[in-house]
């Protein structure tokens, strides 16, 4: 018999009775509660996707003198401005009720160098193309001030109040530039707490990337990942096909595991990886993959575990992880630092972590933090 705490209201227990009206406020707060972020997550697959078809289309065209350097040395391309340009647009026309507030990866500060004239030009170009082809929004072309409007919408501090969108607008730079993977990552704060995310991974096969699964006859690419907070984690073709709901893999045996990590070694300690994955008892090679595109793998049970160690000194953003940890914790899977703590996206545009990330199933989540420390206290002695 449920206990007054658990029991059901009486108007479902007893069809023909009325609600109360406090019954009738906690229905409405939890139907409220369940559909809160619908909108938003439309929202955000439509604009991660609009983003991907630009990004598309550069790939297959990449020029040398569409990439530029930034002050800090990465590359950055007229995709990454655009992308950001269209999410930013998108967002702000589908919930044009609500105040936009964006933390983004990009500004229009390069863009607006005298050099850079041509490239402003192709990007106003390439994001009102977009925009006529998607058909969806019959609005007048967009000008280059316009443009960089919409770039520059993404100057948000993000934080533990209110809700502010997180976006990487193509997360894995120099895998694109390569013609590899990478992704549009765009994920929603409430109140400094991951709600919702998208991965849209133009170049990742719709079949497993997992050892195991290499002779799949369908050779189709373009995945798009989607999870709402309490609802799991959903996988869909690029293409607008009915979705499929995904979850990691259950494998409880550390040997029969397999692990991502980060292709470029500049992001990852490689060497730390190997070895914990040694302590493991893991037998399959690595598979490096750039961006966020190992979250979504990751999700969908492709692989068990991914493992991020950057260099001393690097800070992470919070637009490199936010989309990724709620498309594996929706999935079933465990995202943290290397100490077992939950990652923090509340403290503003970086993350404050000990070390670095791991990701895994719930299941191997003790055996890999065990091989973790041991791993990290042998690099420290041997120093």
């Not at 199933?361 to 055996?367: A, G, I, T, V, Y």
Request: hydrophobic share 35%; aromatic share 6%.
């Amino acid at each position: 018999m449920p206990t007054s705490s658990t029991r059901p209201p009486s108007f479902l227990l007893y069809p023909e009775s009325k609600p109360s009206k406090t019954e009738k406020h906690l229905l409405s707060f939890a139907l409220s509660v369940k559909m809160s972020y619908h909108k938003e997550l439309v929202a955000a697959k439509k604009a991660a996707s609009l983003a991907a078809q630009l990004c598309q289309r550069v790939q297959k065209v990449l020029l040398q003198s569409d990439v530029q350097s930034k002050s800090d040395k990465t590359p950055v391309t007229v995709a990454d401005y655009g992308s950001q340009a269209l999410v930013s647009f998108v967002l702000g026309i589908e919930l044009s009720s609500e105040p936009l507030s964006l933390v983004a990866e990009e500004d229009s500060t390069d863009l607006c160098n005298d050099g850079a004239r041509d490239m402003l030009e192709r990007i106003t170009k390439l994001v009102n193309e977009t925009i006529t082809s998607d058909g969806s929004y019959g609005i007048p072309t967009l000008s280059t001030v316009d443009v960089l409007e919409a770039i520059d919408s993404g100057k948000s501090e993000g934080g533990s109040v209110g809700r502010h969108w997180v976006l990487d607008p193509i997360d894995g730079t120099k895998g694109f530039l390569r013609g590899d993977q990478y992704a549009i990552a765009l994920a929603l704060l409430d109140e400094g707490k991951v709600v919702l995310g998208v991965l849209a991974c133009p170049n990742l096969p719709l079949a497993s990337i997992c050892c195991d699964h290499q002779k799949s006859s369908n050779n189709e690419v373009g995945c798009l990942f989607y999870a709402e907070v309490g609802a799991g984690t959903y996988m869909q073709p690029l293409n607008g096909s009915s979705p499929v709901k995904v979850q990691v893999t259950t494998i409880e045996n550390s040997e029969e595991a397999s692990f991502f990590e980060s292709y470029e070694k500049a992001h990852s300690q490689h060497d730390l990886s190997s070895s914990i994955a040694k302590k493991l008892g893991v037998k399959a090679p690595p598979v490096r993959i750039d961006s966020q595109v190992k979250y979504g793998a990751l999700s969908r049970g492709d692989g068990a575990i991914y493992m991020r160690f950057p260099r001393k000194g690097y800070c992470e953003k919070i637009w490199d992880h936010a989309a990724g940890f709620i498309v594996v914790t929706e999935a079933g899977g465990v995202v943290s630092d290397v100490a077992g703590n939950p990652l923090d996206f509340s403290k503003g545009k970086h993350l404050d972590l000990y070390i670095g990330i791991i990701a895994t199933n719930q299941k191997l989540m003790p055996k890999l933090l065990k091989a973790v420390k041991e791993s990290l206290e042998e690099q420290s002695s041997a120093l």
